[in-house]
């Protein structure tokens, strides 16, 4: 659940077991959503919800993670980070976020968590999922 300091909200994004720990400062840069199937599998579920905050925004972090990465549909890198004992995924870092990171939602445990701008990859969605929720328009990545 967040909290403050002076007037910036701090929110700690937590992995299943706890040992991670990431505070992040501010509003995020950007919230998105991404139904592709490559976030698909990540997640084990129908969409990515992350949010991508600036690096200096990253106030404290603690706990052990490893990476995987993975190749994007334009051919740069993204590296998922994950918690070394449960496994969660809690950020990711990409070749084209240069200076952010972006981390998953619900790791935040926070239901006034600004909502998703934007789905990404919306062909690839599962079709109950509706368009409607996402004031941007929909449009992926180029
Ligand atoms: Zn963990
Ligand atoms: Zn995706």
Redesign the pocket.
């Known amino acids: 659940m967040p909290s403050r300091k002076g007037t910036a909200v701090l929110r700690t994004a937590v992995c299943s077991c706890r040992q991670v720990e990431l505070v992040c400062a501010g509003t995020p840069r950007r919230v998105y959503a991404?139904s592709?199937a490559?976030?698909q599998r990540c997640t084990g579920t129908a969409f990515?919800y992350r949010a991508i905050y600036r690096n200096d925004a990253v106030v404290a972090r603690k706990g052990r993670t490893k990476s995987w990465r993975r190749t994007g549909q334009s051919g740069a890198w993204l590296d998922q980070h994950f918690c070394v004992e449960c496994g969660t995924v809690v950020f990711m870092s990409a070749e084209a976020l240069k200076d952010a990171i972006s981390v998953s939602v619900g790791c935040f445990e926070d239901p006034d968590f600004p909502p998703p701008q934007r789905l990404?990859?919306p062909e690839q969605r599962h079709r109950w999922l509706e368009l409607e929720a996402f004031p941007e328009a929909h449009s992926s990545p180029s």
Do not use: I, R
């Open positions: 991404c592709c490559e976030c990515s990404h990859w």
